[in-house]
C-alpha cells in the first residue's frame, strides 16, 4: 500500500512557476514509476509527467520544455517543476503510482495509488 500527498499548489501570475512535491509512505517508494496528472474545471484528468523506477521521464507535448519531474528516492518524493506557467495550466494536480510498465504511465487506469490533488491557478 502506497500513500501519496502533495503539496506545493497556489495562486500564481502567468509567466511564473510553481514546484510540486508528492510524499510517498512506503519503504518502496524507489519500485514505482511515478506520474503527475490534471483536472481542469469542467474537463477530463489528464496525463502531464512521469518518471519511471529508473527515472526515465515522459512528458505531454502541453508541458514539454516547461515542466520537469523528478524524483528523489532517499526522500520518498517526487516533484513536478512548472516555469512559464499559462492560464490553461489552471487544475487540480494527482501524484500518481503505478508499479506497471511505461505503456500505462500516460493512463488513468495505469495507475494503482492516487493522491488527493493541490490546486494550481496561473492568472493571466
Known amino acids: 500500500q502506497v500513500q501519496l500527498v502533495e503539496s506545493g499548489g497556489g495562486l500564481v501570475q502567468a509567466g511564473g512557476s510553481l514546484r510540486l512535491s508528492c510524499a510517498a509512505s512506503g519503504r518502496t517508494f524507489s519500485r514505482y514509476s511515478m506520474a503527475w496528472f490534471r483536472q481542469a474545471p469542467g474537463k477530463e484528468r489528464e496525463f502531464v509527467a512521469a518518471i519511471s523506477w529508473i527515472s526515465y521521464t515522459y512528458y505531454a507535448d502541453s508541458v514539454k520544455g516547461r515542466f520537469t519531474i523528478s524524483r528523489d528516492n532517499a526522500k520518498n518524493t517526487v516533484y513536478l517543476q512548472m516555469n512559464s506557467l499559462k492560464p490553461e495550466d489552471t487544475a487540480v494536480y494527482y501524484c500518481?503510482?503505478?508499479?506497471?510498465?511505461?505503456?500505462?504511465?500516460?493512463?488513468?487506469?495505469?495507475?494503482?495509488?492516487w493522491g488527493k490533488g493541490t490546486l494550481v491557478t496561473v492568472s493571466s
Open positions: 500518481a503510482a503505478t508499479e506497471r510498465n511505461s505503456y500505462y504511465y500516460n493512463k488513468e487506469d495505469g495507475m494503482d495509488y
